[in-house]
C-alpha cells in the first residue's frame, strides 16, 4: 500500500462515491476532508466530556478546561509562537483578521497614515482595512504583480513609508498558490516602525511554520483548512501587542473582576476570549495537529509539488487553457493550480467536472481585486493536498478534456 491510498483510508469521506463517479476532491483551498482521528476526538468530547470550560470546580469542567488549554499549547508548538497566551482562539480566520483589525487597527491607525496590502489579497484580510482606513481617513495602498504574478519587488520597496501603519499579507496566495516574500516585508515594515499580520490559512496547512523566525507581529489561520473542524481558528499576536490593545468582545470569561461603573480586563488569551468557546473544535485542532505532525510536512510539501508540477504539465499540453501563476517552473509555488477554459464559463466547467466526481472550486475566490486585476470576471481552481494522488491527477485531466465538448465546442 503505497502512501496515498494509505492516508486516503483514513478519511471516511474520500471514500464515498459522487454519483456515479468515485470523488476526487480537489478544493482543499476551501476546506480540507477530515480524518477518522479528528472526528473521533470531537465526538469523544461531547460524548464524554462536554461541559463548560474556566467555570466549573467539578471534573467534567476541568477535564474540558484540559483539553482546551492543551490544544493551545499544541498550537503554540506547532507554529513555534513563544508563549501559549499569545495563542488567542476565534471561530475562523476571517474572525482572527477583524479581530486585528477592529482592535489594532481602529486604535493604532489615524489620519493620514497608510495601510498596505497585497492586490491578490483574500477580502477577509481586505474589508477590514478598507473599513478601518475609511473610519480613520488613513489610505490603503496596494502592492501590485510582476509579469508572473509574483508581488512586485518595486512596490515593497517603494510602498512601505514612514507613513505605513500597518502591513497585510498572505503568506500564500489562495487564488495563485504563490508563497510571497513575508520575511522580507516583515524585516522592511518594521524598519518603517510598521507591524505587519499575515495571513497564514494557505500556508499552516502546507509547510513548516514558525512566527518567530518570520517575525510576524500577528498571524492568523482556520483549523477547517487543516483537516480541523469548521468554527475553530486561530490568532496569534505578539504579547505586548495584545497587551496594549482592547477587547474585541465583551462579557463572560474575558473579565478579572467587574463593578458597576468599571471593569477590569482579564490577562492574556482570555481578553480575547469571550463566552463559551468551541471546546470540541479546540479537540479536533488538536488531533489534526498531532495527525500533521505524523504525516510530516517533508512529504506533504513534496507530495503536493509533484502533483501540482504533474497537473500543469498535462494542462499546458491543451492549447485551450489559460493559467495563472503557472508560467514557469518555480520554487515558490504550492499545491494550488488556477486555470480558465477557452469560451467557457468557470461554474460550467466546475458543474461540468462534478458530473465526472470531480470538485474543484470557481468564481472570483474571494478575492475580486485581484480578478479586475488580472481581468477575468473568475476563475476555475484545483487545490491539491497530501492524501491527492497522480490518478487524482489524471481523472481531473481527463473530465477536463471533456468539458468543451459537453457543450459543443469541440476539442
Same mark, same amino acid.
Given at each position: 500500500?503505497?502512501?496515498?491510498?494509505?492516508?486516503?483510508?483514513?478519511?471516511?469521506?474520500?471514500?464515498?462515491?459522487?454519483?456515479?463517479?468515485?470523488?476526487?476532491?480537489?478544493?482543499?483551498?476551501?476546506?480540507?476532508?477530515?480524518?477518522?482521528?479528528?472526528?473521533?476526538?470531537?465526538?469523544?468530547?461531547?460524548?464524554?466530556?462536554?461541559?463548560?470550560?474556566?467555570?466549573?470546580?467539578?471534573?467534567?469542567?476541568?477535564?474540558?478546561?484540559?483539553?482546551?488549554?492543551?490544544?493551545?499549547?499544541?498550537?503554540?508548538?506547532?507554529?513555534?509562537?513563544?508563549?501559549?497566551?499569545?495563542?488567542?482562539?476565534?471561530?475562523?480566520?476571517?474572525?482572527?483578521?477583524?479581530?486585528?483589525?477592529?482592535?489594532?487597527?481602529?486604535?493604532?491607525?489615524?489620519?493620514?497614515?497608510?495601510?498596505?496590502?497585497?492586490?491578490?489579497?483574500?477580502?477577509?484580510?481586505?474589508?477590514?482595512?478598507?473599513?478601518?482606513?475609511?473610519?480613520?481617513?488613513?489610505?490603503?495602498? =496596494?502592492? =501590485?504583480?510582476?509579469?508572473?504574478?509574483?508581488?512586485?519587488?518595486?512596490?515593497?520597496?517603494?510602498?512601505?513609508?514612514?507613513?505605513?501603519?500597518?502591513?497585510?499579507?498572505?503568506?500564500?496566495?489562495?487564488?495563485?498558490?504563490?508563497?510571497?516574500?513575508?520575511?522580507?516585508?516583515?524585516?522592511?515594515?518594521?524598519?518603517?516602525?510598521?507591524?505587519?499580520?499575515?495571513?497564514?490559512?494557505?500556508?499552516?496547512?502546507?509547510?513548516?511554520?514558525?512566527?518567530?523566525?518570520?517575525?510576524?507581529?500577528?498571524?492568523?489561520?482556520? /483549523?477547517?483548512?487543516?483537516?480541523?473542524?469548521?468554527?475553530?481558528?486561530?490568532?496569534?499576536?505578539?504579547?505586548?501587542?495584545?497587551?496594549?490593545?482592547?477587547?474585541?468582545?465583551?462579557?463572560?470569561?474575558?473579565?478579572?473582576?467587574?463593578?458597576?461603573?468599571?471593569?477590569?480586563?482579564?490577562?492574556?488569551?482570555?481578553?480575547?476570549? &469571550?463566552?463559551?468557546?468551541?471546546?470540541?473544535? &479546540?479537540?479536533?485542532?488538536?488531533?489534526?495537529?498531532?495527525?500533521?505532525?505524523?504525516?510530516?510536512?517533508?512529504?506533504?510539501?513534496?507530495?503536493?509539488?509533484?502533483?501540482?508540477?504533474?497537473?500543469?504539465?498535462?494542462?499546458?499540453?491543451?492549447?485551450?487553457?489559460?493559467?495563472?501563476?503557472?508560467?514557469?517552473?518555480?520554487?515558490?509555488?504550492?499545491?494550488?493550480?488556477?486555470?480558465?477554459?477557452?469560451?467557457?464559463?468557470?461554474?460550467?466547467?466546475?458543474?461540468?467536472?462534478?458530473?465526472?466526481?470531480?470538485?474543484?472550486?470557481?468564481?472570483?475566490?474571494?478575492?475580486?481585486?485581484?480578478?479586475?486585476?488580472?481581468?477575468?470576471?473568475?476563475?476555475?481552481?484545483?487545490?491539491?493536498?497530501?492524501?491527492?494522488?497522480?490518478?487524482?491527477?489524471?481523472?481531473?485531466?481527463?473530465?477536463?478534456?471533456?468539458?468543451?465538448?459537453?457543450? /459543443?465546442?469541440?476539442?
Amino acid at each position: 500500500m503505497n502512501n496515498t491510498v494509505k492516508f486516503k483510508a483514513d478519511f471516511p469521506l474520500l471514500g464515498k462515491p459522487m454519483g456515479n463517479n468515485p470523488l476526487v476532491y480537489l478544493d482543499n483551498g476551501a476546506t480540507t476532508q477530515k480524518p477518522g482521528e479528528v472526528i473521533k476526538a470531537i465526538t469523544e468530547y461531547y460524548d464524554s466530556f462536554n461541559a463548560n470550560p474556566h467555570r466549573g470546580a467539578y471534573e467534567l469542567s476541568i477535564k474540558a478546561t484540559d483539553i482546551y488549554e492543551n490544544a493551545r499549547i499544541k498550537t503554540q508548538q506547532f507554529i513555534n509562537a513563544k508563549y501559549s497566551h499569545e495563542i488567542i482562539f476565534t471561530k475562523n480566520a476571517t474572525e482572527s483578521l477583524n479581530l486585528v483589525a477592529y482592535s489594532y487597527g481602529l486604535s493604532h491607525v489615524g489620519a493620514g497614515d497608510e495601510v498596505l496590502i497585497a492586490i491578490s489579497e483574500h477580502h477577509s484580510n481586505l474589508v477590514p482595512w478598507q473599513y478601518v482606513c475609511q473610519m480613520k481617513g488613513a489610505t490603503l495602498k =496596494y502592492i =501590485y504583480l510582476e509579469e508572473d504574478h509574483n508581488l512586485s519587488q518595486r512596490d515593497i520597496e517603494e510602498k512601505i513609508t514612514e507613513k505605513t501603519k500597518v502591513v497585510a499579507v498572505a503568506q500564500v496566495s489562495n487564488v495563485l498558490g504563490l508563497i510571497n516574500p513575508v520575511k522580507e516585508i516583515v524585516e522592511r515594515a518594521h524598519k518603517a516602525g510598521a507591524v505587519v499580520v499575515v495571513d497564514g490559512s494557505q500556508s499552516v496547512p502546507h509547510m513548516a511554520v514558525d512566527v518567530q523566525d518570520m517575525d510576524a507581529d500577528f498571524f492568523v489561520f482556520s /483549523g477547517h483548512k487543516m483537516l480541523s473542524p469548521m468554527g475553530i481558528g486561530v490568532l496569534y499576536g505578539k504579547e505586548a501587542l495584545l497587551n496594549d490593545m482592547p477587547p474585541f468582545l465583551m462579557g463572560g470569561d474575558m473579565i478579572d473582576y467587574v463593578e458597576e461603573q468599571h471593569t477590569d480586563y482579564a490577562p492574556l488569551p482570555a481578553k480575547f476570549e &469571550a463566552g463559551t468557546q468551541n471546546v470540541g473544535g &479546540a479537540a479536533g485542532l488538536s488531533a489534526a495537529i498531532d495527525y500533521l505532525n505524523r504525516v510530516g510536512f517533508e512529504y506533504i510539501e513534496k507530495q503536493e509539488k509533484e502533483l501540482t508540477k504533474y497537473a500543469i504539465s498535462r494542462m499546458k499540453e491543451m492549447d485551450y487553457i489559460e493559467l495563472y501563476g503557472c508560467d514557469s517552473s518555480r520554487d515558490n509555488k504550492t499545491g494550488i493550480v488556477t486555470f480558465n477554459v477557452k469560451d467557457v464559463h468557470p461554474h460550467d466547467v466546475s458543474t461540468i467536472m462534478d458530473a465526472h466526481g470531480v470538485a474543484i472550486r470557481a468564481g472570483h475566490h474571494c478575492a475580486q481585486p485581484l480578478m479586475i486585476y488580472l481581468k477575468q470576471n473568475a476563475t476555475c481552481r484545483a487545490s491539491f493536498y497530501f492524501y491527492n494522488s497522480k490518478e487524482d491527477v489524471d481523472k481531473f485531466i481527463e473530465a477536463l478534456s471533456k468539458v468543451r465538448g459537453v457543450l /459543443g465546442l469541440g476539442a
